[in-house]
T-cell receptor, first 110, second 113 residues
Framework: GQSLEQPSEVTAVEGAIVQINCTYQTSGFYGLSWYQQHDGGAPTFLSYNALDGLEETGRFSSFLSRSDSYGYLLLQELQMKDSASYFCAVIAGTASKLTFGTGTRLQVTL | DAGVTQSPTHLIKTRGQQVTLRCSPKSGHDTVSWYQQALGQGPQFIFQYYEEEERQRGNFPDRFSGHQFPNYSSELNVNALLLGDSALYLC????????????FGPGTRLTVT
């Protein structure tokens, strides 16, 4: 089977940097995606890593280490609107099946 | 360009009833996946449709079935509803496979009483 672990909650101050970690166990690994979901909203795609290293997209960066089955999402210059749940999701197997973690609730405070 | 649309937005059903949820994928997308999201949990993969066939299925009972039409839209059917089926049902579309970037619809909130 597949399993993913990420912290349940993280709190950070506006303007700060926060890192959300994700460890996974899976077979047939293709890559690791990150999604953001505001309360009452749909998950929206943030980032994807198939190879080791860092991917940067504006204020958001994502890192993957395939050998350690570990990745993280880095959010810089935090804004109040970044308060949301963040999910890591593994893509494995032959299709585009996403297996999501339980999510990390990020609270940005003043 | 319309994104992924789902209907209805909310639905209340009684135990034992049947329900049909609908999804229209983003323009240009031919693959539709369905997910169930319980409160406070991550979305769980139900199944995926491509070329009108179920290509992959998650750990859901046969009470959950689906269909994809020639225009790529899709339906999710749930029979013999249980209280535990209460959840947000999300549809996601992607252009072919494998596709790491899936576009999610706003979801259908199903409440079973």
């Amino acid at each position: 089977g597949q399993s993913l672990e990420q912290p349940s909650e993280v709190t950070a101050v506006e303007g700060a940097i926060v890192q959300i970690n994700c460890t996974y166990q899976t077979s047939g690994f293709y890559g690791l995606s990150w999604y953001q979901q505001h309360d009452g909203g749909a998950p929206t795609f943030l980032s994807y890593n198939a190879l080791d290293g860092l991917e940067e997209t504006g204020r958001f960066s994502s890192f993957l280490s395939r050998s350690d089955s570990y990745g993280y999402l880095l959010l810089q210059e935090l804004q109040m609107k970044d308060s949301a749940s963040y999910f890591c999701a593994v893509i494995a197997g032959t299709a585009s099946k996403l297996t999501f973690g339980t999510g990390t609730r990020l609270q940005v405070t003043l | 360009d319309a994104g992924v649309t789902q209907s209805p937005t909310h639905l209340i059903k009684t135990r034992g009833q049947q329900v049909t949820l609908r999804c229209s994928p983003k323009s240009g997308h031919d693959t539709v996946s369905w997910y169930q999201q319980a409160l406070g949990q991550g979305p769980q993969f139900i199944f995926q449709y491509y070329e009108e066939e179920e290509r992959q299925r998650g750990n859901f009972p046969d009470r959950f079935s689906g269909h994809q039409f020639p225009n790529y839209s899709s339906e999710l059917n749930v029979n013999a509803l249980l209280l535990g089926d209460s959840a947000l049902y999300l549809c996601a579309s992607s252009p072919g496979t494998p596709s790491y970037e899936q576009y999610f619809g706003p979801g259908t909130r199903l409440t079973v009483t």
